[in-house]
């Protein structure tokens, strides 16, 4: 078994390692925390998911530059994959997350607000970027000596 393209391979592994790392542990794991209040928590979040989506980005921007040079050896299932990502990607960034970032600054004051299903629509989207990332992988290894540096 040999991966076709182990840079880019790579590069989905961490992405995936930073990923799970904020999206599934820290952020759970800070409203746990003895003494954090839901302010703090909700900054905390707004920092990470904000500095978290403009990593992912430049993750998804050196794929797209490496699959660009290889481009006559994409096939199919990569096409899906990353333009399933970019999808996600963008819709966190231009929708998801500056709305969710406005109703957290109104919680932040004190004010309460009823309940809106985008947050479940976040935690959905999340977790079809982690199945689209770990495709993504498969689709990468093959049984061939097909085996490319980048």
Request: glycine share 4%; hydrophobic share 55%.
């Amino acid at each position: 078994m040999k991966v076709k393209h182990p840079f880019i391979f790579a590069l989905l592994f961490l992405w995936i390692g930073i990923f799970i790392s904020i999206s599934f542990i820290e952020t759970p794991l800070k409203f746990q925390v003895t003494g954090m209040t839901l302010p703090i928590a909700l900054e905390l979040g707004k920092i990470t998911f904000g500095i978290s989506t403009i990593i992912q980005f430049v993750l998804l921007g050196i794929i797209l530059l490496l699959l660009f040079i290889n481009r006559k050896e994409i096939n199919y299932p990569m096409k899906i994959c990353v333009i399933i990502l970019t999808i996600i990607l963008c819709l966190e960034k231009f929708w998801m997350l500056p709305v969710l970032d406005a109703r957290a600054d109104i919680l932040m004051t004190g004010k309460g607000l009823p309940p809106t299903p985008l947050h479940d629509y976040f935690i959905y989207a999340e977790s079809l970027k982690l199945l689209m990332l770990i495709v993504f992988c498969v689709t990468l290894i093959t049984k061939k000596n097909e085996q490319r540096f980048y």
